[in-house]
């Protein structure tokens, strides 16, 4: 395993120089030098011109064959389906007609057979139920061991999972053990006319959108924040097959015990599930400006969210924050008041149905994705606005 320079090929053009990642050639004579900084990650290869430069690295065997149709793995919490299953199943089901296979889901806990005919409502045509007291509550050994027996059993090659806190901690695990690629966060998939799943996520802080494939290994395994899909519209005449499983376990499989579920309590309309959200951001100037956020929030019985920039400042709690650090919303009604438009705070929020901009620059980004802009002062447009809804 290594990577040499065919030293009578080279002509010292500097090619590689520009290309390697990792400053890690220099042109010595005439001829490219490869120093320890290297990687190995054939940027250079790739671009020299001569072939004057040859990588041998030993690549784990191709694992590719052999795997058909998009499986989603739905999660519950006591018994009621999390809403990102079903936004999953809405764009699983768009990916399966894209290659023209079947969308299966997989749903573990206990006490669930009657979210069954809901899955398949949804676009499932397949639903793998693992009902079992042992899976009641979501413990990372049990449903790490049962979902990779059953993927290896199951072979799909596509395999979607919400970005949630459960999400998050399950997928890696069952993708090490699968020996496969995941892509974290995604904010859009597809798959090329190869099939292959384009998997988008911001990358490099947020300053771009990589797309992302897994060409050698299955499944393709991609997480998907809440919300970053809408929900399909139930077809309640719908027919799917249900397999129910009886899940493998020793005890050995599991070597952590749940001893206590403590719920986070939270007095305030949970920003992720509002219909209506009123943001704040720095062009409110001060932690006691919020009151007129909180004030038009209240008249139209939303939720208060928070650019980066209001948090950072210590304005209001990170709970608030709308944006690819933060929460993606996907309300009725988003209303930015004194917010740019970053980047990095639309990919939390470019999906409300309704966006409504208050910006005293016309310039500002954020009207290049309103629905509605009004250019002007928040402090007179806010409070103008709170009395007219509350006469209404
Ligand atoms: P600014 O960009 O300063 O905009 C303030 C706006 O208020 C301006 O457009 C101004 O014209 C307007 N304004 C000022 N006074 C008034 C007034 N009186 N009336 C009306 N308008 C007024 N940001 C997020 O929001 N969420 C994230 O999750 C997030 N994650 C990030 C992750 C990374 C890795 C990085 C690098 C950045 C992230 N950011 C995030 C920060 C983001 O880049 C921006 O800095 C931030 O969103 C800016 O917040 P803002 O729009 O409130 O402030």
């Known amino acids: 395993m290594g990577i040499y320079v065919i030293t009578e090929e080279c002509s010292g053009c500097q090619e590689c120089v520009q290309a390697c990642p990792m400053g890690a050639i220099e042109i010595v004579e005439d001829v490219a030098v490869i120093g320890d900084a290297c990687n190995l990650c054939g940027a250079c290869v790739d671009v020299c011109p001569f072939e004057a430069i040859k990588i041998e690295v030993e690549r784990k065997k ?31 089901r768009r990916l399966a007609k894209k290659l023209g296979v079947d969308l299966s889901t997989v749903l573990l806990g206990s006490g669930l057979n009657h979210l069954a005919e809901e899955l398949i409502s949804a676009g499932a045509d397949r639903v793998y139920l693992a009902d079992d007291l042992v899976l009641k509550d979501y413990q990372g050994d049990a449903y790490t061991k049962v979902l990779s027996d059953l993927v290896e059993e199951g072979r799909p090659e596509i395999m979607l999972m919400g970005a949630t806190m459960i999400g998050r901690a399950w997928a890696p695990r069952v993708a090490a053990r699968l020996e496969t690629g995941l892509t974290a966060d995604c904010t859009a998939l597809d798959v090329d006319e190869e099939g292959r799943l ?24 991609a997480t998907v924040r809440p919300k970053v899909f809408k929900k399909p519209d139930l077809d309640l005449t719908r027919k799917g097959e249900v397999v129910k499983l009886q899940p493998r376990l020793k005890k050995a499989d599991i070597k952590s015990r749940i001893l206590e579920i403590v719920k986070e309590v939270k007095g305030e309309i949970n920003i992720a599930e509002a219909d209506i959200i009123v943001s704040g951001g720095r062009g409110l100037g001060g932690p006691e400006n919020f009151k007129l956020v909180e004030e038009l929030a209240a008249a139209l019985g939303g939720a208060v969210g928070a650019s980066r920039a209001a948090v950072d400042a210590g304005w209001i709690s ?58 002007g002062d928040l402090f007179e447009v806010l409070p103008l606005l709170t009395t007219k809804l509350k006469e209404a």
């Open 198 to 221: 384009l998997q988008t996520r911001p990358a490099l802080g947020g300053n771009i959108m990589a797309t992302i494939i897994c060409p050698n290994h299955r499944p393709q395994m």
């Open 62 to 92: 191709a694992k590719a064959e052999g795997y058909k149709g998009v499986w989603v793995i739905s999660e519950q919490r006591e018994g009621k389906l999390m809403g990102v299953s079903l936004e999953l199943l809405g764009e699983g």
């Open 318 to 375: 990170s709970y608030h924050q709308v944006g690819q650090t933060g929460k993606t919303v996907s309300p009725k009604l988003y209303i930015a008041c004194g917010i740019s438009g970053a980047i990095q705070h639309l990919a939390g929020m470019q999906s409300s149905d309704c966006i409504v901009a208050i910006n005293r620059d016309p310039a500002a980004p954020i009207f290049d994705i309103a629905t509605y802009g009004i250019v």
